[in-house]
């Protein structure tokens, strides 16, 4: 008798998942990978090279079709001999990120450009974040590490002189060993909000002080802007 988890996974065949483009491979992989994980079947394609546990016949299967439904034809062809949803994904991916000396250099170009990033004045704080991001997730899809307290801390040196004030109060009473992108993010827009408030003529303190530092650090980071 067929089980409601099994239907579930066979479910998971009708579902319309994102096509593979040559550019957009980050956001192709972790999206399929939370596809996979969500029907019960990324074990076929997570298992470690000389894994001793066996992956469901059904399980490998199911992923293999999964990531042929979300391929162009040419790519298909491609990997068509390949036995295992693990064996196609793995090509895959070497396709799209290239060999390993590739896939060094392109490390190295996104390093170059996340470390010389700057905001402009006329830039836009959320689309700025968005790049910064953007150039954080393709970093580490590549497989090289980085902490959420350097990117923090890499933010906080992009920002420009308008932001120097609150720049300066993180710096200084901030814990960049538990603080996120995000928490630092609301921290500068609550400021740029200020900012804006007392351009509109409505006063307001750009500094927090030392006890409002407290308060955030022992209830939390977000900012409520006045």
């Given at each position: 008798?067929?089980t409601?988890?099994?239907?579930?996974?066979?479910?998971?065949?009708?579902?319309?998942?994102?096509?593979?483009?040559?550019?957009?491979?980050t956001?192709?992989?972790?999206?399929?990978?939370?596809?996979m994980?969500a029907?019960?079947?990324?074990?076929?394609?997570?298992i470690?090279?000389?894994d001793?546990?066996?992956?469901?016949?059904?399980?490998?299967?199911?992923?293999?079709?999964?990531?042929?439904?979300?391929?162009?034809?040419?790519?298909?062809?491609?990997?068509?001999?390949?036995?295992?949803?693990?064996?196609?994904?793995?090509a895959?991916?070497?396709?799209?990120?290239?060999?390993?000396?590739?896939?060094?250099?392109?490390?190295?170009?996104?390093?170059?450009?996340?470390?010389?990033?700057?905001?402009?004045?006329?830039?836009?704080?959320?689309?700025?974040?968005?790049?910064?991001?953007?150039?954080?997730?393709?970093?580490?899809?590549?497989?090289?590490?980085?902490?959420?307290?350097?990117?923090?801390?890499?933010?906080?040196?992009?920002?420009?002189?308008?932001?120097?004030?609150?720049?300066s109060?993180?710096?200084?009473?901030?814990?960049?060993?538990?603080?996120?992108v995000?928490?630092?993010?609301?921290?500068?827009?609550a400021?740029?909000?200020?900012?804006?408030?007392?351009?509109?003529?409505?006063?307001?303190?750009?500094?927090l002080?030392?006890?409002?530092?407290?308060?955030?650090?022992?209830?939390?980071?977000?900012?409520?802007?006045?």
């Open positions: 008798m067929t409601e988890k099994t239907k579930l996974k066979e479910g998971a065949l009708g579902l319309n998942y994102p096509m593979l483009a040559r550019s957009n491979y956001a192709w992989s972790l999206k399929m990978k939370t596809f994980k029907h019960g079947v990324w074990d076929a394609v997570e470690s090279k000389g001793e546990i066996a992956v469901d016949e059904k399980h490998d299967q199911i992923a293999l079709a999964v990531i042929y439904q979300s391929i162009p034809e040419d790519i298909l062809l491609s990997v068509a001999e390949k036995k295992t949803a693990k064996e196609a994904w793995e895959i991916r070497t396709m799209c990120q290239g060999a390993d000396r590739v896939k060094k250099a392109k490390v190295q170009t996104l390093k170059s450009e996340f470390e010389t990033l700057r905001m402009k004045e006329s830039d836009q704080l959320d689309d700025f974040c968005m790049k910064l991001n953007g150039l954080v997730t393709n970093i580490r899809a590549l497989g090289e590490g980085i902490s959420e307290s350097y990117v923090v801390k890499r933010l906080l040196r992009a920002m420009p002189g308008k932001y120097l004030q609150i720049v109060t993180i710096e200084q009473f901030g814990d960049f060993e538990k603080m996120t995000e928490e630092a993010v609301g921290s500068l827009k400021h740029e909000e200020r900012i804006r408030g007392q351009n509109d003529g409505g006063g307001g303190q750009l500094m002080t030392e006890e409002e530092w407290s308060k955030k650090r022992k209830y939390g980071w977000k900012i409520i802007v006045d």
